[in-house]
């Protein structure tokens, strides 16, 4: 009966997000919902979305940085709080339907990987000036930061990772 209670596509989208990254957040930590008033249907909706700093294999612990593990089940190498409501809705067929239906029409347009590593190249343009000013304010290319899995030479080295990584997750 969760369908009655919950904005399912929400969810959905939550949950797509925060695989897609593979945040060691998600589900436990830096999750929010909130519920529509009851005059506009009074469900609950997931999201907002965000607080990626520990995603797309930024994090050197708990098997997290890898690429192909499923961050809903994330408790399973950690041991760490999950809570329960997110198992049940993966378990759930009808979920799963609605899941894998919303991921086929997104990876063929704005999930799509060539998409992605497209965007991904022109926020790198973007940033250019500013990591410039970054980095030389904070002198840590090369250097391991907590929790880093990967410690890039150069920003193009950075970025590179970060595309082989989303390519290899998309995957």
Not at 2 to 31: C, G, H, K
Request: aromatic share 18%.
């Amino acid at each position: 009966g969760y369908r009655s209670w919950l904005d399912v596509p929400s969810f959905i989208d939550y949950m797509m997000m925060q695989e897609i990254s593979r945040n060691i957040d998600a589900y436990r930590l830096s999750t929010f919902m909130y519920k529509e008033k009851d005059s506009d249907g009074g469900k609950i909706y997931g999201g907002p979305i965000w607080d990626f700093n520990l995603g797309y294999g930024n994090e050197d612990f708990c098997d997290a940085g890898l690429p192909d593990t499923w961050a809903f089940q994330y408790n399973q190498t950690c041991g760490s709080p999950f809570p329960f409501f997110w198992g049940k809705l993966v378990n759930d067929p009808s979920f799963r339907d609605d899941f894998n239906c919303r991921w086929q029409a997104l990876r063929s347009d704005v999930l799509n990987t060539d998409t992605i590593l497209h965007f991904i190249d022109s926020m790198a343009i973007i940033l250019n000036d500013a990591q410039i000013r970054n980095f030389e304010r904070w002198d840590i290319l090369g250097t391991y930061v907590w929790p880093n899995a990967y410690v890039g030479q150069d920003y193009a080295d950075e970025v590179q990772y970060l595309k082989t990584w989303v390519s290899q997750r998309l995957s």
